[in-house]
């Protein structure tokens, strides 16, 4: 039976036409998912969508790091920090400057993949715990100095972070506003939902194109082994680094969206838990498979907000509060990871090479 | 021409001199072997030698061409390639994904197809397990396809770091009529090992590499028939 529907599988992946129709399908369905949102679950659900979007992005960049390069980063979330100061400064009553976002954009990915150089470069000789421990250092110096960059000069504003930025404006259309277009009702969360898809739909293929790529081949061989790769004749150094600015660019594009998205930007926002969290996203869902780590960033960053719900649930079932839901909201993500780690160790949807890691024994 | 020429080579390691000004030389097309007890230097020189390990003075040509402080990527280009002790292949990539990053300085995809298909015609085994993951293999194979990754880069000279290292004395004799094979295809080999006789047997010339000095420096058959060759790696 699951034979027959593997090969019915496989036969309809070779269908150009099946092909087609399902993107066609996984499109609409795209495209539709804000309003049926909206209807289903109301406004709220649609704004974690677009964060949901935004964790998406920062994924696969950290994947490009972490996945395909093997380079353990717990220190990710600096970049998409780096993005979001990077747009807040340059749009805002703070500095009285309003770059354009179609400026404001590539800068966010150029300067974040400036950032990513900097920290690979001290670290190239480093792998694995060592590594770890750097780039975490690195996160953590980077929070801190947004964090008192507001004495002598003030640059970042401290720990109250940056207002009332700029939201995204394409031309004279503002995401923040709502629109009525053929009648149909786009809200400010609708709108952004629809950039950052497109924009997600960007780094997907990106990603895709690198994997397939010639560097994606170098950044595995690094990832397997580091003296191989160099016999391969690759550079490992520059394919590294490669690596590094790669992934950092997708947290600094992401960082910017967030920052025209949310209207305020905090050191608040930059914690390394949150790096932790995107490594959880790439691990649980299988580091090095792009279709892996969207699953696992769409998981783990819905889940958190469906847990949400526990508390209702405690009244409706017993009539009050048993347990705090706060607290029980994090206890049971964390065993949901631990359930996942334990019975699917290489991610929920691992990459083909990594199976083979975690089967090659039986 | 030399093909390969080391003079005065020193490699520092960690404070400690492994390697202490050594002559070395290689012809076009030769097979040489670099024999020496454990930790006598053989492995650094050759590291050296491909650039993986900055030499602490002395001078390399290779072609007539000062290759000091040239990286090793660009070495590979040159027909200067290492077979890395320990085999060093990627364990999760599959047979044939091993053989392509052998190939990964070469462009022509047509070229390189057919050197797969060179490389399967030199070891059938391979070509039987060309998806399998190559973590897989046993030891011999692992050497097997170790080597010829190395040919997908089309060498002129190949390094060859301890290839009989752990495997069994079939497999050893397998891998060494190997060697034999691509000599005899005009390729020019360092052959590093511990087996002595076995080396010396195989190759034209040797050397015999002591505590970071070169002691002895002969052709191989002359060498197995030294005295001091025979007590000392030979066990006689």
């Known amino acids: 039976m699951m034979t027959a529907l593997l090969t019915n599988w496989r036969n309809l992946k070779r269908n150009?036409?099946?092909?087609?129709?399902?993107?066609?399908?996984?499109?609409?369905?795209?495209?539709?998912?804000?309003?049926?949102?909206?209807?289903?679950?109301?406004?709220?659900?649609?704004?974690?969508?677009?964060?949901?979007?935004?964790y998406i992005m920062l994924a696969l960049g950290l994947n490009i790091v972490v996945g395909f390069a093997g380079l353990l980063d717990l220190g990710y979330v600096a970049f998409f920090a780096v993005g979001a100061y990077l747009y807040a400064l340059l749009a805002s009553p703070h500095f009285g400057l309003h770059l354009p976002f179609w400026t404001l954009l590539p800068l966010g990915a150029?300067?974040?993949?400036?950032?990513?150089?900097?920290?690979?470069?001290?670290?190239?000789?480093?792998?694995?715990?060592?590594?770890?421990?750097?780039?975490?250092?690195?996160?953590?110096?980077?929070?801190?100095?947004?964090?008192?960059?507001?004495?002598?000069?003030?640059?970042?504003?401290?720990?109250?972070?940056?207002?009332?930025?700029?939201?995204?404006?394409l031309g004279e259309f503002s995401l923040s506003r709502t629109h009525q277009v053929l009648g149909i009702t786009f809200s400010s969360v609708h709108n952004y939902y629809y950039l950052f898809l497109l924009l997600t739909l960007l780094v997907i293929f990106i990603s895709i194109r690198l994997e397939n790529s010639r560097i994606g081949r170098a950044w595995v061989a690094v990832r397997e082994d580091e003296v191989a790769a160099q016999a391969m004749g690759i550079n490992t150094r520059n394919v590294k680094l490669l690596a590094f600015a790669m992934g950092a660019s997708f947290g600094g594009v992401s960082g910017g969206l967030f920052a025209g998205f949310q209207g305020f930007v905090s050191p608040e926002s930059f914690h390394l838990m949150e790096s932790i969290m995107i490594l959880c996203m790439v691990v649980l869902g299988g580091m090095g498979h792009i279709p892996g780590v969207i699953l696992g960033a769409v998981l783990l960053s819905m889940l958190p907000e469906a847990l949400r719900y526990i508390g209702p649930l405690e009244e409706a079932l017993f009539g009050r509060v048993i347990v705090d839901p706060a607290d029980l909201r994090m206890l049971l993500f964390g065993l949901a990871m631990v359930l996942v780690m334990l019975l699917r160790p290489a991610g929920l949807w691992p990459s083909p090479v990594r199976q083979r890691e975690f089967t090659r024994h039986d | 021409m030399n093909l390969l020429e080391a003079r005065?080579?020193?490699?520092?390691?960690?404070?400690?001199n492994a390697v202490k000004g050594i002559d070395l030389e290689i012809h076009e097309g030769e097979l040489v072997a670099l024999i020496g007890a454990n930790g006598a230097g053989k492995s650094t020189t050759l590291r050296a030698l491909v650039g993986l390990e900055p030499p602490a003075g002395g001078a390399i040509h290779y072609q007539g061409h000062s290759i000091i402080r040239q990286p090793t990527h660009q070495l590979i280009r040159k027909g200067l390639v290492l077979v890395p002790e320990g085999r060093g292949i990627f364990g999760r990539l599959t047979v044939e994904e091993n053989l392509h990053m052998g190939a990964y300085c070469r462009s022509n995809a047509k070229e390189i197809k057919a050197d797969v298909q060179r490389v399967y015609a030199r070891f059938s085994l391979l070509q039987e397990r060309c998806r399998q993951a190559a973590?897989?293999?046993?030891?011999?194979?692992?050497?097997?396809?170790?080597?010829?990754?190395?040919?997908?880069?089309?060498?002129?000279?190949?390094?060859?770091?301890?290839?009989?290292?752990?495997?069994?004395?079939?497999?050893?004799?397998?891998?060494?009529?190997?060697?034999?094979?691509?000599?005899?295809?005009?390729?020019?080999?360092?052959?590093?090992?511990?087996?002595?006789?076995?080396?010396?047997?195989?190759?034209?010339?040797?050397?015999?590499?002591?505590?970071?000095?070169?002691?002895?420096?002969?052709?191989?058959?002359?060498?197995?028939?030294?005295?001091?060759?025979?007590?000392?790696?030979?066990?006689?």
Request: proline residues 4%; contains cysteine.
């Open chain 1, 16 to 54: 150009p036409y099946a092909v087609w129709l399902g993107f066609a399908l996984i499109g609409t369905a795209l495209v539709l998912l804000p309003f049926v949102t909206d209807a289903a679950l109301g406004r709220s659900w649609v704004r974690i969508l677009d964060h949901t979007l935004l």
């Open chain 2, 135 to 236: 973590g897989t293999l046993s030891g011999g194979e692992q050497q097997m396809l170790a080597i010829g990754r190395a040919l997908m880069s089309r060498p002129r000279l190949l390094l060859l770091d301890e290839p009989s290292m752990g495997l069994a004395p079939l497999m050893v004799q397998k891998i060494f009529e190997t060697i034999r094979a691509i000599s005899a295809e005009g390729v020019a080999i360092l052959l590093v090992e511990q087996n002595a006789k076995l080396a010396l047997e195989t190759s034209h010339r040797g050397y015999v590499l002591e505590s970071g000095l070169i002691t002895l420096h002969d052709e191989a058959r002359a060498l197995l028939n030294n005295q001091k060759v025979r007590h000392a790696y030979l066990g006689e």
């Open chain 1, 110 to 169: 150029l300067v974040a993949c400036m950032f990513g150089v900097l920290l690979g470069a001290p670290t190239l000789r480093l792998r694995g715990d060592y590594l770890a421990i750097v780039t975490l250092g690195f996160g953590e110096i980077i929070r801190i100095f947004l964090n008192n960059l507001n004495t002598p000069i003030n640059i970042t504003n401290g720990p109250q972070g940056i207002n009332m930025i700029d939201p995204i404006m």
């Open chain 2, 8 to 16: 005065g080579l020193k490699v520092s390691y960690g404070g400690i």
